[in-house]
């Protein structure tokens, strides 16, 4: 199984972006399919997570500002991120077979760069 996000970047604060992870090779129940992030400095926290119900949970900075999905038929992982604030600076990390009430996984993606600037 390979995860392999797309799409970070350096935005100003209020501006939008959207992450996506091909989960190639993954042919999981897709019980937890969940986006993580990790600022310098800090440990790593749930912000997204999804399960094969597409019932999403966020954590609370960010509900009502992110969204996440997952398109089976391509086997892809998203998150649409807006109204982005300079708190929301960090690495991002998808993960397949994830934890629903800790930050744990059995498949990691290698991350991608999220910088908000104010």
């Known amino acids: 199984v390979q995860l392999v996000e797309s799409g970070g970047g350096s935005v100003q604060a209020g501006g939008s972006l959207r992450l996506s992870c091909a989960a190639d090779?993954?042919?999981?129940?897709?019980?937890?399919m969940g986006w993580f992030r990790q600022a310098p400095g800090k440990e790593r926290e749930g912000v997204a997570r999804?399960?094969?119900?597409?019932?999403?949970s966020y954590e609370d900075s960010v509900k009502g500002r992110f969204n996440i999905s997952y398109d089976n038929a391509k086997k892809t992982l998203y998150l649409q991120m807006n109204g982005l604030k300079p708190e929301d600076t960090a690495m991002y990390y998808c993960?397949?077979?994830?934890?629903?009430?800790?930050?744990?996984?059995?498949?990691w993606g290698q991350g991608t760069q999220v910088t908000v600037s104010s």
């Open positions: 993960a397949a077979d994830c934890s629903w009430v800790e930050v744990g996984a059995n498949y």
């Open positions: 090779g993954y042919t999981g129940y897709r019980y937890c």
């Open positions: 999804i399960g094969s119900d597409d019932i999403p």
